[in-house]
């Protein structure tokens, strides 16, 4: 599976993260949060390079409380400010609050990734008297500290070259993952400080720091969270809610878990009708997904990376089952759809030319040292694990499922209620499981391929959003900078939030499917 336990809102980092996967790792920004500087932004010099076609661009770091509530020591995160092309009167900004995950980075770091983000919003926010600001979350990207445990990042690339068992893979795995985090507690870390309540304390005090009387947020997947809560405690300080693929915080469990964690498989296996260049599916899908998992698992096809962890080579042993935890991040977005019957009917030939790119973009997630897998593991302790019956859905998963399914089905929504203790004990907070209801106009963008955060979860919660509009295209997890329908909508929104404007007209290149 997909770094740490591919969790049910863990998972939402991963669309995100497939933009950037082609770029290096960044330096190194691990280091301990500062025990002397003053709380508050700070203007410091922009570690890219920008051409003379960009805007205006001014960056900073916010230095806020590890613990909001004790006053402890000082972290900080980035915050880059695109300032709006026009000399019109300015209109609310709008935030990106991070990539999602939670736990994913931004990857700011990185001077083409900076430039391909502020691009998707040029028209729609930029060129439309809005400002626009980024950031990474506290504990992500170039957050400092970013909490990394290159230990697990071994641990998952071993598991390509020589699979465990998945039960035997989890439990080492956590125990690294135990040991990352007493290791970090024992130099003073507050570990359980960082979840969602305390970014949106931070979100406010960069508001103040800022001095913006209102902004608009915009929250892809868990970053949605953040966007809502922030939203229900400072309902006067936001002007609009765009939230792309969100997951919500009243929704921590699952009618039937065993049919949500199928229904991407069944989706794949009906290809066609999610394939606009499909013609004619291949025959029996599910029958050859099954047979070439038998098959793999009996005779794996055996190949090389040429770049592995630190930049040595990777050989990596296809097993069925890697190849159907690879299938399932592929799922995540909308490629796999038209490559599909490509994949199954090479792989039945032994040939991996079109399933390559998978395992290769599957591999660069893992190793993507940006990713936080320990602040995911704090997010989801606080705000995720505390609201869900374990016991009642381990039992519905071990009764619907059987072997790798099961396995991976269990990795997935029971991870990391294992590692929670290390935490110590805390009381749920009430406010993470609360029904968030608001009149903030709010635009939803969403997939109907969507396997992270479905469809349906938006449609059971639009009533409680009296002013709300709802966009759906034919993609997958994070539809935000995929097509340039997606764009315009988001611009009509903002030019008249409380209008239901008619959608775009979705036009679709071979190079887009």
Same mark, same amino acid.
């Given at each position: =599976? ?21 770029? +290096? ?6 280091a301990?949060?500062?025990t002397?500087?003053q ?12 051409a ?5 661009v ?13 006053? @402890?020591?000082?972290i ?7 300032q ?8 609310? %900004? ?14 700011l770091?990185? $001077? ?6 502020w ?12 400002? &626009?600001?980024?950031?990474d ?12 445990? %290159? ?11 020589? +699979?465990?068992?998945?039960?035997? #893979?989890?439990?080492q795995?956590?125990?690294?993952y ?47 969270v ?7 405690? #400072?309902?006067?300080?936001?002007? @609009? ?7 919500? +915080? ?6 039937? %878990?065993?049919?949500r964690?199928?229904?991407? &498989? ?8 999610f ?5 004619e ?5 599910? /029958? ?5 998992? /038998?098959?793999?698992?009996?005779? +794996? ?14 050989p990596? $042993? ?8 690879? &299938?399932?991040?592929? *799922? ?9 019957? $490509? ?16 395992i290769?973009?599957?591999?660069e ?8 897998g320990?602040?995911?593991?704090s ?9 869900v ?10 009764? !619907?499922?059987? !072997?790798h399914?099961?396995?991976?089905? &269990?990795?997935? #929504? @029971? ?9 110590g004990? /805390?009381?749920?907070?009430?406010? =993470?499981?609360?029904? *968030?209801?608001?009149? *903030? ?17 938006v ?5 409680y ?15 935000? !900078?995929s ?13 008249a ?6 959608p ?5 290149s071979?190079?887009?499917?």
């Amino acid at each position: =599976m997909i770094k740490k336990g591919l969790s049910l809102l863990g998972l939402a980092a991963i669309s995100s993260l497939l933009w950037y996967a082609y770029f +290096p790792a960044s330096p190194d920004n691990s280091a301990s949060p500062s025990t002397a500087q003053q709380l508050g932004l700070v203007a410091q010099p922009c570690w890219f390079t920008s051409a003379d076609d960009w805007p205006v661009v001014n960056c900073y770091r916010m230095f806020v409380p590890e613990n909001h509530q004790q006053g @402890t020591r000082t972290i900080s995160f980035p915050v880059i400010h695109f300032q709006r092309f026009s000399d019109n009167a300015k209109q609310p %900004p709008v935030i990106h609050l991070g990539a999602g995950g939670p736990g994913a980075a931004m990857w700011l770091h990185n $001077k083409y990734v900076v430039e391909y983000i502020w691009r998707d919003f040029e028209h729609s926010v930029l060129r439309q008297d809005r400002d &626009l600001y980024l950031i990474d979350p506290r504990g992500t990207g170039m957050a400092n500290p970013r909490f990394n445990c %290159p230990a697990v990042t071994r641990h998952a690339l071993a598991q390509l070259k020589n +699979p465990q068992v998945m039960a035997e #893979y989890v439990a080492q795995e956590s125990e690294l993952y135990l040991t990352c985090i007493q290791e970090l507690q024992q130099h003073g870390v507050d570990i359980a400080a960082y979840h969602s309540l305390s970014v949106i304390q931070d979100l406010n005090l960069l508001q103040q720091a800022l001095g913006l009387n209102e902004w608009s947020l915009f929250g892809v997947s868990y970053g949605a969270v953040y966007a809502l809560l922030y939203a229900d405690e #400072y309902a006067d300080n936001v002007d @609009t809610l765009i939230l792309d693929s969100p997951a919500f +915080p009243a929704l921590k469990s699952m009618k039937d %878990p065993v049919a949500r964690f199928l229904r991407p &498989l069944q989706q794949l296996v009906n290809y066609c009708e999610f394939d606009a260049s499909c013609v004619e599916p291949i025959d029996a899908v599910s /029958t050859r997904l099954q047979q070439l998992v /038998t098959q793999l698992n009996a005779d +794996p096809i055996h190949l090389s990376l040429p770049s592995g962890f630190l930049g040595s080579p990777l050989p990596v $042993k296809l097993t069925g089952d890697t190849f159907m935890s690879i &299938l399932y991040f592929a *799922i995540y977005g909308h490629d796999i759809y038209s490559d599909i019957a $490509k994949v199954i009917t090479e792989l039945e030939q032994r040939d991996i030319s079109t399933f390559y790119r998978y395992i290769d973009n599957y591999v660069e997630l893992i190793k993507d040292q940006n990713y936080s897998g320990i602040s995911m593991i704090s997010h989801l302790c606080y705000d995720e694990v505390p609201f869900v019956d374990h016991a009642r859905l381990t039992a519905a998963l071990q009764q !619907g499922l059987t !072997g790798h399914m099961r396995d991976g089905a &269990l990795y997935t #929504y @029971t991870w990391p209620a294992d590692i929670c203790p290390v935490f110590g004990e /805390t009381l749920p907070n009430k406010r =993470m499981v609360q029904q *968030i209801r608001t009149a *903030i106009p709010t635009l939803f963008l969403q997939g109907s391929l969507d396997s992270v955060t479905p469809l349906e979860d938006v449609q059971q919660q639009l009533e409680y959003f009296s002013q709300r509009q709802l966009r759906v295209y034919p993609l997958a997890h994070g539809v935000h !900078g995929s097509l340039d329908c997606v764009d315009e909508d988001l611009q009509a929104f903002l030019a008249a939030p409380l209008q239901d404007s008619e959608p775009a007209i979705c036009s679709f290149s071979d190079e887009d499917l």
